[in-house]
């Protein structure tokens, strides 16, 4: 009787335990994402519904040749770090809705480092600045399968220039559709990821 009651016991703890891991997002999720560059990146689990995304790749750098299009004209290398509050996990979780890879919504804080150690143009050769991209926004994830997901976001962006600027890199690289000063701007910061998870 004892033994069956033991074995009862562990049982039911395990299922709670079990149960209580599912309610969090996931420790730890490593991959690699394509956006408008090329990143690896990790996003780690700070508490139930917050996470700490880092990412180190290349980003795209855009011109603005033709009137209003947005033209691509480079490679630079980048880092960022990406702080996120899943407004829906545990919802999710509750109606049985795929949560797999932390598929959900969230509110997004974004601190992002262009920097211009080396450069690759696409066409002529490019001098790019150092900038800092603020952004803040809402997204959503959600992952297909065990390995491939797709992320959205909309939000604002806040660029800041460093160094000594050209006027002309000011005007051919910063987006035309931004609200423009003499080293910074704001900017629509929405874009599609697709990733890829180890």
Do not use: C
Not at 7 to 20: D, F, N, Q
Request: net charge negative.
């Amino acid at each position: 009787m004892k033994k069956w009651m033991f074995m009862t016991l562990v049982a039911l703890l395990s299922s709670h335990i079990a149960i209580a891991q599912n309610e969090n997002l996931e420790k730890s999720i490593w991959g690699i994402q394509l956006d408008t560059g090329l990143d690896f990146y990790n996003e780690t689990r700070l508490a139930n519904n917050l996470s700490l995304r880092a990412e180190a790749g290349v980003a795209m750098t855009v011109s603005n040749e033709f009137l209003f299009l947005i033209v691509p004209s480079g490679l630079v290398p980048k880092v960022a770090l990406e702080s996120r509050y899943y407004t829906n996990f545990g919802r999710r979780q509750k109606l049985g809705k795929n949560t797999a890879g932390n598929s959900a919504n969230f509110i997004y804080a974004r601190d992002e480092y262009r920097a211009d150690w080396f450069e690759i143009p696409f066409d002529e050769p490019l001098t790019y600045a150092n900038s800092n991209v603020f952004s803040f926004g809402y997204g959503l994830h959600r992952q297909y399968g065990d390995h491939f997901s797709l992320g959205i976001t909309i939000g604002l962006s806040y660029i800041s220039f460093t160094g000594d600027i050209d006027p002309d890199f000011f005007n051919d690289y910063v987006p035309i559709i931004a609200f423009k000063s003499e080293q910074d701007s704001w900017a629509l910061d929405n874009g599609i990821t697709l990733s890829y998870r180890f």
